[in-house]
């Protein structure tokens, strides 16, 4: 499972809620974001975090990690820049996220969890990956 996150798009909450109840054992994850964003979140050793600065610096690095396949996706951010890279995936897709782009909304599974609850993220891991 690829798990993309953009720190720089959510809250430090969202992103502390994410990281309760991902599956890092299965979980290939990529963090972008200024480096006043990555530290506000203690991320797992095995994470690939990139710091970078700058108007869709974040962005473009994760999007370059990206790789496509049937597995399944998180994208950790509500940026419409990735409603194509979403949309496309073979695999089922997770958005996570407060506020996400509409053309995200249609991609895959949203859940803020927040407002959803971790819960919300553990049920839908536990959905795809065939637990």
């Known amino acids: 499972m690829q798990v993309l996150v953009d720190a720089d798009n959510l809250t430090p909450a969202r992103l502390r809620a994410l990281l309760r109840a991902l599956p ?6 990529v963090v972008a974001g200024s480096p006043r964003a990555l530290a506000t979140v203690a ?6 975090v ?4 700058g108007w869709q610096r974040a962005d473009a690095a994760l999007a370059r990690r ?3 396949s049937t ?3 998180v994208l950790a951010s509500g940026d419409g820049d990735f409603s194509h890279l979403a949309s496309t995936h073979a695999g089922p897709v997770l958005v996570v996220s407060d506020r996400p782009a509409s053309r995200l909304r249609a991609a895959g599974t949203v859940v803020d ?3 959803d609850g971790v819960d919300a ?7 795809v ?3």
């Not at 890092?24 to 994850?29: G, K, P, V």
């Not at 991320?43 to 690939?48: F, Q, S, V």
């Open 24 to 29: 890092l054992d299965e979980a290939e994850l």
């Open 43 to 48: 991320w797992p050793a095995r994470a690939d």
């Open 50 to 53: 990139v710091e970078v600065e």
């Open 66 to 68: 990206y790789r496509r």
């Open 71 to 73: 597995a399944p996706l």
């Open 113 to 115: 969890p927040v407002i």
């Open 121 to 127: 993220l553990r049920h839908w891991f536990d959905a």
């Open 129 to 131: 990956l065939d637990r």
